[in-house]
């Protein structure tokens, strides 16, 4: 059977089989996704690479361990968001815990006046097209704090519900939806002081 | 003031724009947003911040990426990336033979009857054979070599321990054979077995 015709479920009870097509397919449709994710968390592309292929290679060994009763794409971004929280972690990049801390204000501390996004009095196509702000969000996304990185990552490049991003990060339902607030409010902060 | 009134603050925004609020809160939000111009200003804000970060591109891995992982599948020998083993091997392979060559070197020279000058001038003799009879070099090579054997006493040892000669040459021709095999294995062929578990 052509394994591009088969749903997640039935390519990971073929893995389970040993079946390398099987494997090829899942790597195949999941490895731009796990590596736009991975690439933005760590912020290095060679390092993101090692990252999602020890992920891959972590989820195709556990394939056993994979519960049909989820989604596989969850299971598999939650071993690839392990995998990059725990690099980043031992590396000390960021100093805050995925799980958490209270962090509204900027380390500063400066009020800021609102600022009008470019969108404002755009069309969104015309917006999103503006390939200088699509540079500025990578390079704001980048100041976020990794907690506030995966949950935006995963809502928006992914198109995770807000119970998906909880069950991939394996935080309570309340704590994602802090994090997605907070993370966008210092992202358009962030995307205003680039503007100055 | 009614719930309506209310301004519904950034958090419901931005829950409405992810269609995560249940229906009577939603038809409240946007019954307020249709009167409310800061707020309707606000969605839209939030609404641009959300189609830039949905419109960011996927990226791809290199190709190397899918390969490295497929090489390291279940019931996949992982390759054999070039460790002190693969360089052991290569100074095996080198020294081996020219070990070989100082020890029948060393014996020809410490053999009373045979000088330096004497292996220059049959080392020249084959050099000439080789370039005069290039046929039947490998049976002239031979025989001289077994001269010398036989002059320096190489031969006369082996045969005195023929156990000990034939230990020697077995341990000589394993240490080559193992080296070019590892080293064939780390340079070479680093996953030949990848496909001995695995169906397709």
Redesign the interface.
């Known amino acids: 059977m052509e394994c591009g015709s088969l749903d997640d479920h039935e390519l990971a009870a073929q893995a389970c089989?040993?079946?390398?097509?099987a494997?090829?397919e899942l790597?195949?449709r999941y490895?731009?996704?796990v590596?736009?994710l991975v690439?933005?968390m760590v912020r290095d592309r060679a390092l993101?690479?090692d990252l999602?292929?020890e992920a891959?290679?972590r989820a195709?060994?556990g394939?056993r361990s994979f519960d049909p009763s989820y989604k596989f794409s969850s299971w598999l971004f939650r071993i690839a968001s392990n995998v990059a929280i725990d690099h980043l972690r031992r590396r000390k990049l960021d100093t805050v815990s995925i799980h958490g801390a209270d962090h509204r204000g900027h380390p500063d501390g400066r009020e800021r006046p609102d600022l009008?996004?470019?969108?404002?009095d755009?069309d969104?196509e015309r917006?999103?097209?503006?390939r200088e702000?699509?540079e500025r969000?990578?390079a704001a996304l980048t100041h976020l704090r990794p907690e506030y990185r995966a949950v935006?990552l995963l809502?928006?490049?992914e198109?995770h519900?807000?119970e998906e991003v909880a069950e991939i990060l394996e935080l309570p339902l309340g704590t994602v939806?802090t994090h997605?607030?907070r993370g966008?409010?210092e992202?358009?902060e962030l995307?205003r002081e680039f503007e100055r | 003031m009614s719930e309506e009134a209310e301004h519904p603050g950034?958090?419901a925004l931005?829950?409405l724009l992810?269609g995560?609020l249940d229906q009577p809160r939603r038809e409240t939000i946007e019954r307020h947003l249709a009167g409310c111009v800061p707020c309707s200003?606000e969605l839209?804000?939030?609404?641009?911040?959300?189609?830039?970060?949905?419109?960011?591109?996927?990226?791809?891995?290199?190709p190397?990426?899918?390969e490295?992982?497929?090489a390291?599948?279940?019931?996949k020998r992982a390759p054999t990336p070039l460790r002190w083993l693969g360089w052991a091997a290569a100074m095996g392979l080198l020294l081996t033979p020219s070990l070989g060559f100082l020890l029948v070197a060393a014996a020809i020279v410490a053999h009373p009857l045979l000088t330096l000058e004497g292996v220059a001038t049959l080392l020249g003799w084959q050099l000439a054979d080789f370039a005069r009879e290039n046929l039947t070099w490998i049976a002239r090579w031979a025989m001289e070599w077994g001269l010398v054997a036989l002059e320096s006493g190489i031969a006369e040892a082996a045969l005195s321990y023929p156990g000990r000669a034939f230990a020697a040459l077995v341990a000589l021709w394993a240490a080559f054979v193992g080296s070019g095999w590892t080293l064939y294995r780390n340079l070479l062929s680093p996953s030949r077995t990848a496909n001995r578990?695995?169906?397709?």
């Open positions: 089989e040993g079946r390398e097509a494997f090829r790597l195949e490895e731009r996704p590596f736009s690439v933005r993101a690479e999602v292929q891959f290679i195709f060994r394939i009008d996004l470019p969108a404002r755009q969104p917006f999103t097209e503006n702000l699509r969000i990578e935006i809502r928006h490049l198109g519900s807000y939806k997605l607030h966008r409010a992202l358009r995307l | 950034a958090e931005q829950a992810d995560e200003r839209r804000d939030w609404s641009a911040l959300f189609h830039a970060l949905e419109e960011l591109p996927e990226l791809a891995p290199s190397r990426m899918r490295n992982v497929l390291r599948l279940p019931g578990h695995v169906q397709v």
